[in-house]
C-alpha cells in the first residue's frame, strides 16, 4: 500500500520472505548461488529518510562473505561483497531466476578455483557418470 | 510390461535399500535384550518413514526444490545453519557407521583386520559417488541387499515358537532383568534407526536427480508403500533371530559377529556367505546414500551446484566436500573406535534431529506458494501430525534417556 492508499502496480514481494535465502538459477536451471543478503539504495551516513525523500530501491542481490556477517553482526568492507544487480533477475518464483548465464559470475569463484585445482585434476573428473 | 518391471524393481530397490547398519545391529542389540517387546517401535518407524520419506519425494517433485533448500528458505540463514550444523554432524556419524560396517563386514568375511579395511571401503563408496549413475548404484545395491532376507530364512529354520514371539510383540514387557530406563532408550533408538533424517535428504535430493514428475510421484508411492513395509519385516526378522537364538543364551551384542551369529546357526556357510552379502550392499548402499546426502544438504544450504546429473568437474565444490566427508569419517575410525558403538550412538542422536528435517517438510507440504493444489489432503496431515508429538517426544527424551542408562548400558 502506498501514501494513496491504494496497492501498489504489479506484484508485492516481502524481501524476507520472497527474496532473501532462495536459491538463483541461470538461464540453464544452473544453481548460481542462494541470495544471502540484500542491497538497498539508503544514505550513506545513515540519518534516517524523511517523508518526501526518494524511496530506496533494491539494487543488488548480495552472496558469499555477507553470510557470515548477516549471522555474527558487522559489515564486510564493500569490496569483498558479491553482488548481482537487481536487474539481472528475469523472474522470482520459488528460485530467482536471472536474464544470463553463470558461467563466469564472480560468485562462482571458489567453485571455479577448486574445479580447475581439484576436481579437474582427478581422473575421471570431467566426464559424465557410467 | 515394462511399466511392470519398473514397479517390480522399484519395490525390491526399496525393500533391499530399507535396511542399513543402524538398522542392523540397534534391531539385534534389542532382540537380544527386550526379544519382541519392541516391535511395536519398528512399526511406528515403518509408517512414520512411509509418510514422510512420501511427502518429501512429493514435494521435491512438485516445487522442484530439494529438504535443504525449503529449511533455509522457511527458517532463515541462521536457524537454518544450526540446523545444518547438527544434521550435518549427525549424518557425518551415520556415513562413519556405514564405512565402518562395510569394514566390519570384510573383516568377517576375510578375517582381515577391519582397519585395513577402512580406507578400501572409504575408496569404493567415493568411486562410486564420483563415477556412477544415480540409477544404477541406487538399484544395485538395493537388489544386492534382498540378501538379507537370510535372516528371514533363518528365522524359520530356526523354527522358533511363533506364538510365543507373537506374544512377545503384542503384549510388550520390560524383561526382569532390565529397567523401563533402557527399554525406552532402546525404543527411541530404535525409532531413530527406523526413521533415519538421511533418507529424507537422499530421497528428495533424489527425485531432483531423477528428474520426477507426477508420474513418478505416484510410482514412488507404491515403492515407498510396498517397499519400505517389506524392508521394516527384514528388520523384525533380525530382531527375531536375536531374540530366538541370542537371548536364551544370554548374549548381548557387540560385534557384527554377533549379529549374524543365529544365520550362522540356522544356515551354516551357504546362509553366512549370503547374509554378508546382503550386509555389505546394505551398508555399501547406505554409505553411498550419507555421503551424498552430506553434500547434498551443503550444496543446497549454501547454494552450490549439486548433483550426480553432472559432471563431478561441473559441481566441484559438492564433490569437495563429499571427499572431505569420506576422510574425515575415516579420521574418526582410524582412531580405533568402535564401529558398531558409533552405530548406537548415530541412531540415538539421530532421533534427537528428527524435528529439524521433519517439521519444515511438513510445513512446505502445506505451502500453496511451493505445492499449488498439490498441498496435504487431511489424511497425511492428520498422520503427520500424530508423527511430530511422537518426533518431538522421542528427540526431547533421548538425551536425557541416554545419560541416566549411560548409554543404554
Known amino acids: ?130 | 510390461m515394462k511399466r511392470l518391471l519398473g514397479v517390480a524393481l522399484g519395490i525390491l530397490t526399496a525393500i533391499g535399500g530399507f535396511v542399513d547398519i543402524g538398522d542392523l545391529v540397534t534391531n539385534s542389540v534389542v532382540g537380544a535384550r527386550f526379544g519382541m517387546g519392541l516391535a511395536w517401535v519398528v512399526v511406528i518407524g515403518i509408517i512414520g518413514i512411509c509418510a514422510f520419506a512420501h511427502m518429501s519425494g512429493r514435494v521435491a517433485a512438485v516445487s522442484g526444490r530439494a529438504t535443504f533448500e525449503i529449511i533455509r528458505e522457511r527458517l532463515g540463514a541462521r536457524a537454518a545453519g544450526a540446523n545444518l550444523l547438527a544434521s550435518f554432524f549427525i549424518n557425518l556419524m551415520t556415513v562413519t557407521a556405514e564405512v565402518g560396517g562395510i569394514a566390519l563386514t570384510l573383516q568377517l568375511a576375510s578375517s582381515i583386520t577391519y582397519l585395513a579395511w577402512i580406507p578400501v571401503a572409504a575408496f569404493f563408496v567415493w568411486l562410486v559417488v564420483w563415477r556412477v549413475k544415480f540409477k544404477i548404484l541406487e538399484n544395485v545395491t538395493g537388489l544386492l541387499g534382498l540378501c538379507l532376507v537370510a535372516f528371514a530364512v533363518a528365522l524359520f529354520q530356526l523354527g522358533p515358537n511363533w506364538l510365543d514371539l507373537a506374544g512377545q510383540a503384542l503384549n510388550p514387557t520390560v524383561p526382569g532383568n532390565e529397567s523401563p530406563w533402557t527399554y525406552w532408550y532402546y525404543a527411541v533408538a530404535l525409532f531413530g534407526a527406523a526413521m533415519t533424517p538421511y533418507e529424507v535428504f537422499f530421497f528428495s535430493s533424489g527425485a531432483i536427480e531423477e528428474k520426477w514428475g507426477p508420474k513418478d510421484v505416484a510410482q514412488s508411492r507404491i515403492n515407498v508403500l510396498v517397499g519400505f513395509p517389506l524392508g521394516g519385516l527384514l528388520s523384525l526378522a533380525i530382531a527375531a533371530c536375536a531374540a530366538v537364538v541370542l537371548m536364551p543364551q544370554g548374549i548381548t551384542v557387540s560385534s557384527l559377529s554377533q549379529v549374524v551369529l543365529p544365520v550362522a546357526e540356522a544356515g551354516g556357510k551357504i546362509g553366512l556367505i549370503v547374509v554378508l552379502v546382503g550386509i555389505l550392499a546394505a551398508t555399501f548402499g547406505a554409505a553411498l546414500e550419507t555421503t551424498l546426502s552430506s553434500g547434498y544438504t551443503l550444496a543446497q544450504y549454501f547454494g552450490w551446484t549439486w548433483g550426480k546429473r553432472h559432471r563431478p568437474a561441473e559441481a566441484a565444490r559438492f564433490h569437495v566436500s563429499m571427499i572431505a566427508t569420506l576422510l574425515v569419517g575415516i579420521a574418526i575410525l582410524a582412531t580405533g573406535v568402535d564401529p558398531v558403538m558409533v552405530t548406537e550412538l548415530s541412531v540415538v542422536f539421530s532421533a534427537v534431529a528428527l524435528p529439524l528435517t521433519y517439521v519444515p517438510i511438513l510445513v512446505v507440504a502445506n505451502d500453496p506458494q511451493y505445492m499449488g493444489d498439490a498441498v496435504n489432503g487431511r489424511f497425511l496431515n492428520g498422520l503427520g501430525t500424530i508423527y511430530l508429538v511422537i518426533i518431538l517426544a522421542a528427540a526431547i527424551a533421548a538425551i536425557p534417556l541416554m545419560v541416566i542408562t549411560g548409554a543404554g548400558a
Request: glycine fraction near 8%; hydrophobic fraction near 40%.
Open chain 1, 1 to 130: 500500500m502506498n501514501e494513496n492508499g491504494k496497492a501498489p502496480a504489479g506484484k508485492v514481494l516481502d524481501a524476507i520472505l520472497h527474496l532473501l535465502d532462495r536459491q538463483i538459477k541461470d538461464t540453464e536451471g544452473l544453481v548460481v548461488s542462494v541470495v544471502d543478503d540484500l542491497e538497498i539504495s539508503l544514505p550513506d551516513d545513515g540519518r534516517t529518510l524523511d517523508a518526501d525523500a526518494e524511496a530506496p530501491m533494491l539494487t543488488n542481490l548480495l552472496m558469499g562473505p555477507t553470510l557470515a556477517t548477516r549471522l555474527f553482526g558487522g559489515q564486510p568492507p564493500p569490496e569483498r561483497m558479491m553482488r548481482i544487480p537487481w536487474s539481472d533477475v528475469a523472474r522470482v518464483g520459488t528460485v530467482l531466476e536471472l536474464r544470463n548465464r553463470a558461467e563466469g559470475l564472480p560468485v562462482r569463484w571458489v567453485e571455479h578455483w577448486l574445479r580447475d585445482h581439484v576436481i579437474a585434476r582427478i581422473p575421471g573428473g570431467r566426464h559424465d557418470p557410467e
